[in-house]
Every structure is written in C-alpha cells, then in structure tokens.
C-alpha cells in the first residue's frame, strides 16, 4: 500500500513561512494535491496537480514536489491559516491517498 | 452556488444498516465523478468509496469492501452510500465530494459537503 508520511505539527509565527512537508515513495512522480481543514469545518482543497491554485486561493499557498517529498509553503502566514493540511494522491492500486494531516499553529 | 448536502446519518447499534444520501446542486451533477471520504473522530481523512459519472466504474477501501455500497440516480442529482453491517470503527463524519469535472479523471476533490456524522454503538 501506498504511505504518505507528513509532521504531525508545524509552528509559524505569523508573517513568516510555513512549510508542510508529505513524504511518499517516488511521490515526484504522482501529483500531489492539498486541502486544508478547520476545525469543525469540511476540507477545502488548497492546491492540486502539485502546484496549481483553485480559484480565490490566495497567492501565498505554494507547492512543490520532487523526489519522495512534496512541499506546501505558506508564505506570509496569517492568524486564519491556522487548520489541519492533508495531502493527497491517486494510487493505481489505493486509489485516493491522504497522509495522516499536519497541524499548523500560528503563534 | 456549487452545493454539496449531506444527509441521513445518525445512532445504529453494531451491525446494523444505514443509507447515507448526498444532493448535488448548482452544477451538472451527471457529468461528475463522486466520492464519499470520512474521518473518525480526531482522526484524518479516509477514503471511502468513489463512483464514476455514469456509475459505471466504482471502487471501495479495503475497509468497507464488501459491506458498503455506493450509488447515484443522476436524475435527482444524488448519490448514495448504503453501509451494512456497521462496525464501531465505521464511527465517523461521513462526507461527499465532487471530483474536478473539468479534467478527465482528476484524482482530486475540489468540492466537498458538509459532513454528516454516523455514530456505530450499542
């Protein structure tokens, strides 16, 4: 089966950059996709085919992905940032993937 | 507005049934791939289920093979999921969500419902 491994937590002061991190093996060759989830709310999708922003997503959600890790980075990182982030994958044989979510404080 | 309403969750004793339904709105609901995700409570997004926009391709999780079943009647714009023979583990908020109906097989979910809770206990 296929894993994706992200922290648990990250912590960011506000203004700075927040970088969440999904580890999976080859992930550099599947597109990853991201959603962010406050609490109590549904999950929002972030960004998707590793890079790409949905509509009214503002700038300063970014992605990467290379190797066996993809990146989401928020940068200038506001109060209302502060959720869950999972990130997601499709697998030939799993299918739909989530990694176990990473809390993201602002302090 | 692109909507996405969840319904029919509630208390079921372990083993017992429930029907889940989700009503799409707002989009052509016919021309969209489907998926149920769930999440246990304090726990991460699960994968349920996923039915393509015809109902002809359908796959489960392990988890629920053979015990859940996903449906749709593009006619009234809904989407079903008939769980059978609960499990405390099945405990969870139930969503549906849409995947991106602009691209053929997207493998992402860009929009989702609000949930409904399913609660598995005696």
Redesign the interface.
Known sequence: SYVLTQPPSVSVAPGQTARITCGGNNIGSKSVHWYQQKPGQAPVLVVYDDSDRPSGIPERFSGSNSGNTATLTISRVEAGDEADYYCQVWDTSDHWVFGGGTKLTVL | EVQLVESGGGLVQPGGSLRLSCAGSGFTFSSCEM?W?RQAPGK????VS?ISSSGSSI?Y?DSVKGRFTISRDNAKNSLYLQMNSLRAEDTAVY?C?RE?PTVTT?????V????TTVTVSS
Do not use: F, H, Q
């Open positions: 998926n995700v991460g997004l699960e994968w996923y796959y999780a969503y969500a991106d997207s493998g992402y979910m860009d989702w419902g609000k949930g």
